[in-house]
């Protein structure tokens, strides 16, 4: 003998989006175990979405108060909650073969179409910087593999993030950090981000107005390459 037992409407909805959100944090929690980093300040597209919404992200207010985010978590959920997973194995230094232009801050269509949303130009949150002359990015090692390279790049004058895709061509070389030994940086004590924060002193003089600070990192452990968009403001 078997029964079914119906939950009313409003509990069952409740119980429906409970177990999708389960769902999603398994999901994040298994890509994250070998995928750990981004840059949180300024914050690179998909961390900043999840930092803002992560808690909140089926309120339909975002749509009007963070369009970008809201079309990137329509597109896929799983590029905000993998925030730490935006990268590529085996580049062997051709980021530019590995990365194709209009696909950098998706790190060339990653992982399929997961992270596509993330190249869409439009009003992205953007971090306000007061002077471009001297700023610091902060890049999350969440493992601690360290780094053969941080290259931190910013957009051109005349580059408009708001109705571009970002192209190679587009950006200029502020720092080459060279080898950083595993565990370097300032132990974080966000218990969701975990590991270490690495400091990397940049300067961009003259720059005003939108751009994007694009940040490669190869990791010390591997040939693994992640690729992350951060837009600001400068001045």
């Known amino acids: 003998m078997s029964s079914t037992i119906s939950l009313p409407r409003p ?25 750990h980093g981004s840059t949180i300040d300024p914050a690179s597209r998909n961390y900043g979405c999840w930092k803002r919404w992560g808690s909140d992200f089926q309120n339909p207010a975002m749509a009007t108060a963070d369009p970008m985010c809201w079309q990137a978590w329509q597109a896929d959920t799983t590029a905000m909650w993998n925030w730490n997973g935006l990268y590529r194995e085996n580049v062997q230094g051709n980021h530019q073969a590995a990365v194709p232009n209009g696909t ?48 931190v790049y910013v957009s051109r004058q005349g580059f408009n993030p708001l109705t571009q895709r970002l192209a190679w061509s587009d950006l200029a070389l502020l720092k080459d950090t060279g080898p950083i030994a595993p565990g370097v940086g300032d132990t974080s004590t966000d218990p969701s981000l975990g590991g270490v924060s690495v400091k990397i002193p940049v300067s961009a003089p003259g720059l005003t107005g939108r751009h994007i600070v694009y940040t490669v990192w190869e990791a010390g452990h591997a040939d693994q390459v992640y690729y992350w968009c951060a837009d600001v403001n400068f001045g």
Do not use: E
Request: charge should be positive; aromatic fraction near 10%; proline fraction near 3%.
């Open 104 to 151: 950098l801050c998706s790190a060339g269509n990653t992982g399929g179409t997961r992270y596509s949303a993330l190249d869409t130009p439009g009003n992205w949150t953007a971090t306000r910087i007061p002077s471009s002359s001297a700023f610091t990015v902060v890049a999350q090692d969440q493992a601690r593999h360290g780094a053969k390279y941080f290259r």
């Open 11 to 35: 509990v069952a909805r409740t119980f429906t989006v409970l177990v999708a959100a389960v769902l999603l944090l398994t999901t994040a929690l298994a890509d994250g175990a070998f995928a």
